[in-house]
């Protein structure tokens, strides 16, 4: 986790380079992921078993307006991802709770169109596009409890593309659509991110395991934004 955080306050600093810019717009965004997986072989499909898990993004953003109604929108962000599962069985008379969670974290690289339009006094977009994701750190936690006794485990995430030793490949890409509003030097969006490719280094018996992840966010721009009809560029 320190080199999470390390990285994040790293990308803040830079940013603050950059506070004086108008035409590209320079901020800083974090906000709330909440992540599932696919996750399946030929024989059994294990999503179904899976929650939602928490997580979150943070990072730097950019708005460069185009026209008036059209912006380009880039991030680099700390993305965490993955799952959560939870379970509970009888077994020789005693209740078992289970708990497993897989924390995923990646470099992310988002890159939105955005059609903005005002409402109010509020300028409001809907954007799509694509996203590029490099897996570099993880965990996976379990925790057994049940008849007095308490069970627990961890173990890091093995990144690479050797299906003996690896547990996941580090590339992930998709797309994603996202809408919110801006006003003043604040953007609030909600989107949805689709990966496509299959992550799972073993893919023997059809094994595999695919991210998705629905995120919200608030992005703070150094520099107030021009209204979409007064066009800066």
Known sequence: MKQVFSFVLLLFLVAGMASYAQNPYFGVKAGLNLSHMVLKNNDTKFTNALNISPGFNAGLTMDYRIIPELTINASLLISNK???????????????????????????????????????????????????????????????????????????????????????????????????????????????????????????????ARNGVLFASVSYFFSRFYKYAEGNF
């Open 82 to 208: 993955g799952y959560l599962k939870t379970s509970k069985e009888d077994f020789q008379g005693a209740s078992i709770k289970s708990i497993e969670r897989l924390s995923l974290y990646y470099v992310e690289f988002p890159l939105y169109v955005k059609y903005e339009f005002q409402l109010r006094m509020v300028d409001v977009f809907a954007g799509a596009g694509p996203f590029v994701s490099y897996g570099y750190w993880g965990k996976y936690r379990w925790q057994r409890k049940g008849g007095g006794e308490t069970e627990w485990g961890k173990s890091d995430v093995l990144w690479g593309e050797n299906p003996e030793e690896d547990d996941f490949v580090n590339l992930d890409y998709g797309a994603g659509i996202t809408v919110g509003g801006k006003w003043n030097n604040f953007v609030l969006d909600i989107g949805y991110h689709y990966s496509i490719p299959n992550i799972s280094a073993n893919t023997d018996n059809g094994m595999y």
